[in-house]
């Protein structure tokens, strides 16, 4: 399997240990139900909406840009980027909570309003407020 068949890579990666780190910004262009390798740290964008994703394992753990997980089939947040510089887009799936969801999203977090009441959501909010 090569990396390329599965991904968009805009920028350059590297492999170590098993896991794939890159500088620059992810697509991921095949339709799936889990992401077939691991990634480390994406210094700009990732990308894997508008898929059939079950879970996000195998997500960075850092994401330097925006995240979008929308419009796929998750049940759970587990799995998600610890940390994510830009925004978070988690909207359109079939979340009951924001549980496993970044411990730190410097931009907006953006997800279905029923899930607007949660505490995860509402911890974004105040941050939000803090920065501005």
Known sequence: MKLEDYFRIIGKYELVDGVYNVNGDVLLI????????????????????????????????????????????LNSLEGSPRFVVGNFFCYKNNLNSLEGSPISVYGYFSCDEHLHNTKEYKKFKIIEKLRS
Do not use: A, Q, W
Request: glycine share 12%.
């Open 30 to 73: 095949i339709d799936c139900e889990k992401l077939p390798v691991k990634f480390g740290i994406v210094t700009g964008h990732f990308d894997c909406s508008f898929n059939n994703l079950n879970s996000l394992e195998g997500c960075p753990i850092s994401v330097g840009g925006d995240f979008y997980c929308y419009k796929n089939n």
